[in-house]
């Protein structure tokens, strides 16, 4: 992360090339105002130890022990405590070894010249300061932002972890109620249930790891399920299954869908109804995913138990989770059906 504000990845070479061309451009662009080049490149080798020094005493020094705390007075005394000691060590270079040669009508000026020390700090050292500061406090920004990107996408990804965990304990109790209530009345189907838990579970396990699947294959995982659990009820459940669009080129997060299926056969098969149904309908229509799901119930059952589940509470944190800003989800309880209507966008 930090390696990428550098040339080649080198922080050596990044900051040779830096004073390199801090020094090339200042040459060019104050000597070429009376045409002195030479000169303006010597000031420019004089100076360039003490700009060196303030840099790299404010970035590794005053920076972190003061600004980035945000003890905002102490940084700025510091500061200036630093631009003035340097400006008189560069005033005395100034006088001693450049002034005679270079600057002849400014050579009897008084060494303690306030004027010249405070223009040293202006116009000398102020614009290096301030650069080098930009891009320090910057990378310090960037570094402080992909650090909590880091960290909310570590706690997504072990959220998300968590909520699949309970998600296949949970699936898997119901189903072997399931198994369990055809072994205690001796039932021929038992055999047959088994061995659809075992396709369901092999893609569980092989399969939804994936961050996404094909649609395609989550609709079949859909439709092995209500096989499983129509080879439970029988002829008590009227189960309508329809599927329209194309599923085959789009991508969806596994098992997204199937808490919804499955809260329908808990709460809509009950003894105390005439007529059992559940219908389900997925539908995809310009890249976007429809789900209804409707089921049977009466008022025995309340409201607001199709919420309170342990898999719609998980399967709704990770619609946020996965789909923020792009899914809708409503949930309607009436006193003959409920209904769930999942609106995704795949894109």
């Known amino acids: 992360m930090v390696s990428n504000f550098y040339i080649a990845k080198n922080k050596i070479l990044s900051h040779v090339v830096f004073w390199i061309a801090w020094v090339a451009l200042n040459t060019v ?25 303030v840099v790299y005493l404010n970035l590794y020094w005053l920076i972190p022990l003061f600004l980035l705390k945000r003890k905002y007075l102490a940084y700025g005394c510091s500061l200036f405590v630093l631009l003035f000691s340097m400006a008189v060590i560069m005033r005395a270079i100034y006088v001693e070894f450049l002034a005679a040669k270079f600057y002849p009508e400014t050579a009897k000026l008084s060494f303690f010249n306030a004027y010249r020390i405070f223009k040293y700090i202006i116009y000398n050292l102020d614009a290096i300061v301030l650069i080098t500061t930009g ?29 699949k965990g309970q998600l296949h304990p949970h699936f898997l109790f119901n189903t072997l109620n399931n198994v369990y209530s055809l072994c205690l009345d001796k039932s021929d189907l038992a055999p047959e249930i088994v061995l659809k838990l075992s396709e369901l579970l092999s893609y569980m396990l092989y399969e939804s790891d994936r961050e996404k699947i094909e649609l395609s294959k989550e609709v079949i995982h859909i439709k092995s399920y209500l096989e499983l659990e129509k080879l439970r009820y029988g002829d008590r459940l009227n189960i309508s299954f329809s599927q329209s669009g194309d599923v085959s080129n789009q ?25 059992i149904w559940i219908t389900i309908d997925i539908k995809v229509k310009h890249d976007t995913l429809y789900l209804k799901v409707q089921n049977s119930t009466n008022r025995q059952i309340q409201p607001g138990s199709i919420s309170s589940g342990i898999g719609l509470q998980n399967i709704s944190r990770r619609l946020a989770l996965l789909y923020p800003d792009k899914y809708l989800l409503e949930i309607f309880p009436d006193s003959e059906y409920f209904e769930v209507d999942l609106k995704i966008s795949l894109i």
């Open 251 to 275: 991508q969806i997060a596994p098992l997204i869908m199937m808490p919804f299926i499955e809260n329908a056969f808990k709460h809509g098969f009950n003894e105390d109804l005439n007529n």
């Open 135 to 163: 891009i320090r406090l910057f990378k310090y920004w960037y570094q402080q932002q992909s650090l909590n990107n880091d960290l909310v996408q570590e706690k997504l990804t072990a959220e998300l972890g968590y909520l």
């Open 29 to 53: 662009f104050l000597g070429s105002a009376e045409d002195t080049y030479l000169r303006q490149f010597y000031t420019e080798l004089y100076e360039l130890p003490e700009k060196i020094i």
